[in-house]
């Protein structure tokens, strides 16, 4: 069969209307046999008339042999039956497939006794429905496909014997493994067709109406009479095995992610109450190229019993006993999962709001029944009464209701426990865990005076990155829920929550940071990473040698080392010690796992073992064998975590180099006597930190020199600051003094020399530091500028036996100065641009033998000799060296719209509004 939209809408119309034909609404049936049949349907109502018995009916054999003969006997098989729809033909037949239903290999079996007694049985060897537009975006185009080829997928089978004025009728449905593919763009253009198919018109409707209020009428007269009832009794079991719905997210892709609902097994019974029960109920996301082998669960497998018996229960008698019981549900919904849901189904919104403005509007074929009701009205007054909206007779009955006798509806739920675990955007690893230990809820009488309780205890925990540990956000805390409902005298409903317990929550900065970041994340357009790109760790080695690392959890003597991997000099890897699959299934991390084993390639050193990933900080390891000065040199583990919660683990010397200037320097070290040779050189990019190979830690000897390229300058010397005093430049004189390190120039340029501050950070009160280095050096600017003024400005300083150096700073920026000799005195003029005031007079910024004595004045004056004083603030920071900020004490914004003059006695200033 191939069908339209309009040859489906035809049908439907003609499947609506036939029956008024035949129930008397045709023009060609003459009045008079309408009056007559109304009339005798009035008696029949009011129960005068009885049907009589045929002769022939009385004379038939009713011994039990006779009436257990088959008196039909049907076997009918089809090897396919299938239904083609065709889309976009509202004006005429096309060729435009949409989808194609096919049962296949169908067979139905039918048994019929004289007395009544019948049983049929039906199979089914697959129902498949295909995608077979022409023009689509869907790769799959079976939204349900064949599952098994030699098993039959549905099978049937109903039964009806009798038992005196009784009847049993029992219906067994099978299905196994149906399968649903949902593709939203496919289900557009299906809901497209069924708009126009299946619209129907108000007139119908009406229709539609009378007929079914007839049916009431007919049925409440029915139940008003005892005229030899028949109960049939009902019971059917349905057994649906393996069902699955696909909803893809990106339907054109062959490997596009999917989020796959799953059931084991789902039973229904209602044979003497009715029982359900639902096992291994999940969900997982995969990928439909590796739909088998690649899964990520989303709700782990349960099961779910639900029973309710309501035997006995009548109008007045409310008998129900519903029971149900849950297992314990754990559900991970992880940010990309989330995103992944929200894209699909605002890609469907799409979809479908854009098609809802193109649908188009059915026409009204379906002829009234009004005149029909008019002309029966006078004769079946019983009947078209029935038809009238308000029927004073039944609201008069409806109101009467039956006084409840026996209340006894009781309801309990047994969960055995919820668990929600989201997880984050990073290496899998889980967020907040939000837990509800198992409870019972109980409930009776709903269908009158309503009384619920339950007690919930629950506990939330947040997953801290920074120690790979769970954390308490939620103390355990129980509450109590009664809800109650009353009807008379006058219908209430009261809730009340009642906890004994306070509730407890733990923030901490990380916390409220983790949460923002979560919501951030499914607010905003973030680009998320894979999976797999990912990891828990980043591994740096700047240790001067290659590594070899491994997981550090078997014996030292064994021949495998787990998850071994070589890491080269001044290079990374990403590491974890399980898989992301794993860590997603446990939920948690093995804090036995946290360790590794380093061994340096090619070096006299022993294989350091037990080295901690767990927290951040710094873990100092001292190397064995003792060198041949007698000392030992040591390996610092330091961990930091990253804004992007990656641990970044650091393996080097006790010495960081850090560069907070601008420029990318090269950081030379060796081991010499007195000419300073370069063996190892580190470059170290602007802001960056590196750490000195730990062979030229205790012994070596340091340079620098700026990486630029407009002009080149050679290593440099080392002078102490403010005794401009020649010394090395080495960890025992950087723990004593800061440093000026001058890098003279190496061609003609501009510069004669380039200068850097070298500061050591470290703590003093660690007594470790007086025989080894522990220790940060400090790469600065010696001197830095800030105008804090409303205008530019053009600095100049100057130095005794040194060119000047002069360059412009635009307002509210900073300059750094590498040309300044801090160990020379020197002099700042500068010019305010754009303003009436000529150059300053000097002002004394450094004075290397007395640094209090410096200006903190800069004083401006103007060609009719007003003077300003500007004034100098000094900064000096251990990390960014010596910041000068240039400032005006006062500053006046005339907003008035008059010109204002303001005098201090001295000076006499004007400002034009």
Known sequence: MKLNELQAKYLMNLIRTVPAVFSGSSSNESFDEIATDATRANKIISGKVRNPIPVAEQAIDSSPESMSRVSLDLDFNIPILALTLFNDNTASIGQDALSRFSLNDMGIKFEMKRNGDFKSDLHIKSFVVQDIRETKDNRFSYIIPEVSPT?????????????????????????????????????????????????????????????????????????????????????????????SVILLADPHKDDSEAIVFKIGQ??????????????????FLCKMNTFDTNRLRIIDDFSLNFLMDSRGSTSTHFLSKIEMSVQYLLMRLSLRDIKLALEVFNRASVMYYGNSENTVSATDDVASVEEFGKKLGKYAPSIISSITPSTPNRSRKNSMKPEILVKAENLTVNIEGLRLVLIGDVHELPVLDMEVKPFEFVAKNWSTDLEAHTTIKSLANVFNYSTSLWEPLLDPWSFSLHVSKTASPRESLAIDVVSRDSAEFTLTSRTVALLSNISSLLTEEVELKPRDEDAPYRIVNETGYDLKIWIDDADLEAESRNQLTTLKNNEETLWSFEDWRQVRETLDVDNNLNFIGVEMIDSEYDIIRKVSLKSEGNEVFMLTPALSDGYHNRLNCEIRLGEDKVKNVILKSTITVHNYTE??????????????????????????????????????????????????????????????????????????????????????????????????????????????????????????????LPFDLQWSIFQSGKKRSTELLK????????????????????????SKYGMSAPALIIDPLDPDEVSRNLVVESEDGQKLQLGIRYHNDPRSGLKISIYCPYLIVNRTGRDLFMSDGKTTLVSVG
């Open 266 to 283: 789902c039973i229904l019974d209602t044979k003497s109450a009715t029982s359900f029960n639902v096992k291994d109920v999940g969900m």
């Open 663 to 788: 420029t990318a320097i090269q950081f030379g070290a060796g081991n010499y006597m007195g000419t300073f040779v370069v063996d190892r050189q580190i470059n170290v990019p602007a802001g960056g930190r590196r750490a000195v190979p730990i062979d030229y830690v205790y012994n070596g000897k340091f340079s620098i020199r700026p990486d630029t390229t407009n002009q080149i300058f050679g290593w440099s010397r080392s002078k102490s600051l403010g005794k401009a005093v020649v010394i090395d430049f080495d960890w025992k004189s950087m723990s004593q003094n800061d440093m000026v390190l001058e890098c003279p120039r190496s061609e003609n340029g501009r510069a004669r020399n380039y200068f850097f501050r070298a500061h050591a950070q470290f703590d003093s009160s660690e007594a470790f530091n007086r025989v080894y280095p522990h220790m940060t050096i400090n790469i600065s600017p010696p001197l830095e500028i800030h105008n804090l």
């Open 151 to 243: 098993d039959y997928q549905f099978m049937a089978s109903a039964i009806s014997t009798r038992n005196g004025d009784a009847s049993d009728f029992d219906i067994n449905l099978a299905i196994d493994s149906p399968k649903v593919i949902l593709a939203f763009d496919y289900l557009i253009a299906l809901q497209s067709y069924l708009n126009v198919a299946l619209f129907q018109d108000q007139s119908s409707h009406v229709h539609d109406h009378a007929l079914a209020t007839i049916d009431e009428v007919v049925e409440e007269d029915d139940d008003t009479q005892t005229l030899s009832p028949s109960v049939t009794n009902y019971s059917y079991k349905v057994n649906v095995v393996d069902p």
């Open 811 to 834: 307002k509210n920026e900073t300059c750094f100065n590498h040309t300044t000799d801090m160990n020379s005195p020197a002099v700042l003029k500068v010019v305010v641009i754009g």
